[in-house]
């Protein structure tokens, strides 16, 4: 069982940045896995934001490509997302998801974007 745990939310004005973490347990091999951020905004579907393969190459959606980046440090079993220009629509619950054999998931960390 792969535990993941993901900090860094919070309020912030619109055009502001915030740097979400995700932490994985440590009885996994870390760089093996592909990790995905996910969000989920009140009444809505959860939507995929980014992912960064074990190889290390990124994918974004057209909703938030350049704005956001996505990136891991296998040595700490972390993955970051750094989001900048954020919009009051960035309004959700974020997730953190592991992919290997299996897909694993965060508890979430909530970001506010408002003025």
């Known amino acids: 069982q792969v535990q993941l745990v993901e900090s860094g939310g919070g309020l912030v004005q619109p055009g502001g940045s915030l740097r979400l973490s995700c932490t994985a347990s440590r009885s996994i091999t870390f760089s093996t896995y592909m990790m995905d951020w996910y969000r989920q905004a009140p009444g809505k579907q959860r939507e995929w934001v980014a992912r960064?393969?074990?190889?290390?190459?990124?994918i974004y959606p057209d909703s938030v490509k350049g704005r956001f980046t996505i990136s891991r440090d296998n040595a700490k079993n972390t993955v970051y997302l750094q989001m900048n220009s954020l919009k009051p629509e960035d309004t959700a619950v974020y997730y953190c998801s592991a992919v290997y054999t299996s897909r694993y998931w965060g508890q979430g960390t909530q970001v506010t974007v408002s003025s």
């Open positions: 960064i393969t074990s190889g290390g190459n990124t």
